[in-house]
């Protein structure tokens, strides 16, 4: 099953480079290319309120609609103490926005978080943003990027990479610097043309993949990931095959997908969904959240965490 409804993105950028002003924009614009049929509940009333106020903190799962097509944007720690959360991440994700300052250019931050997305096989989408400077280089800047991505040994598809000029701050986003731009409708497009959709089989027995661990002092451990196959439903019992080889029947008490920078409770979801989990308190990342008759762990990928020094 291809989910045409979903993309699965990480957005990667140095800090500064303007990741929260475009996330901001991308809520605020996504409402207004909603179709009409497509009638969701509004995104939570404190997200309102905080977009009022202009974000400050991203929050670490967002999605945006855009039509019918719901894009999970997972943010990224730019940082080298966070390698193995970042690598995680991009075995989460489809592809990646990497956003670059058009003044600056691309950054130790930009390289690190990129060599990750690169291994992983993911194709970037460059965005270069902060267009509408007075100092803006956006034709150096580019050469840099394709340097950077030489430098780091893109193959020949991720070289090819498909680049977005935007101004965040304005909300406009747009393919040729001749071109004309009115809104960030340019960016969602070539989201949807170059980001792969998610894939797999939603009628096998499910594998949700633990990729991350949040918490909530009301709900406690929450478990994130994706769904790899199969179907989760909420209240339905499950195996935790963690990853030293034990297996936990536990229950699913609640679900959420994410809506704008909340969670939303969800009755289920299927394959290549981006869900939370929480009411596991043993929950770890590795861990495979299996169907009851159909126990078979993902295998886990031991990543290297550096050590702080
Ligand atoms: P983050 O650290 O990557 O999340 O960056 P922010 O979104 O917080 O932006 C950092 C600074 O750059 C803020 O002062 C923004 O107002 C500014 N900024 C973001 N996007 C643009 C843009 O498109 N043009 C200009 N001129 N400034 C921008």
């Known amino acids: 099953m291809k989910r045409q409804d979903i993309r699965n993105v990480a957005i990667i950028a140095h800090v500064d480079h303007g990741k929260t002003t475009l996330v901001d924009q991308m809520l605020k614009q996504s409402g207004t290319f909603r179709s009409n049929e497509f009638v969701e509940e509004r995104v939570m009333d404190s997200n309102d309120l905080e977009r009022e106020r202009g974000i400050t903190i991203l929050s670490k799962n967002t999605s945006v609609m855009y039509g019918d097509v719901k894009i999970n944007i997972i943010d990224t720690p730019g940082h080298a103490d966070f ?38 096989g993911l194709k970037p989408i460059v965005v270069v943003n902060k267009i509408d400077r007075t100092d803006a280089r956006v034709e150096e800047v ?19 990479f498909a680049a977005v000029y935007a101004s965040a701050k304005d909300g406009l986003a747009k393919l ?15 989201i ?8 797999g089989d939603s009628e096998a027995g499910l594998q949700l993949l633990i990729s991350n661990i949040d918490y909530d002092k009301y709900i406690g451990r929450i478990g994130i990931g994706k769904i790899i196959r199969g179907t989760v439903k909420k209240n339905q019992m499950a ?3 963690s990853t030293k080889g034990q297996n936990l ?40 959240i299996c169907s009851v008759d159909d126990v078979e762990a993902v295998p886990f990928v031991k990543i290297d965490e550096p050590t702080i020094s």
């Open 83 to 120: 390698g193995g959360e970042v690598e995680r991440i991009m075995k989460m994700v489809d592809g990646v926005l990497l956003l670059v300052d058009a003044k600056e250019g691309p950054m130790p931050q930009t390289r690190f978080v990129l060599q990750k997305a690169l291994k992983e």
């Open 142 to 160: 580019i050469d840099e990027v394709l340097d950077l991505f030489i430098a780091l040994e893109a193959d020949d598809d991720q070289l090819d």
């Open 176 to 190: 040729n610097q001749e071109d004309e731009a009115t809104d960030l409708r340019p960016l969602f497009e070539e």
């Open 192 to 199: 949807l043309k170059q980001i792969p959709c998610p894939e």
């Open 239 to 241: 195996v935790l095959a």
């Open 249 to 288: 029947n536990v229950k699913i008490s609640n679900l959420y997908s994410f809506q704008g920078l909340g969670r939303r409770d969800i009755e289920a979801a299927t394959v290549g969904e981006i869900v939370a989990i929480s009411g596991i308190a043993d929950i770890n990342i590795g861990d495979t």
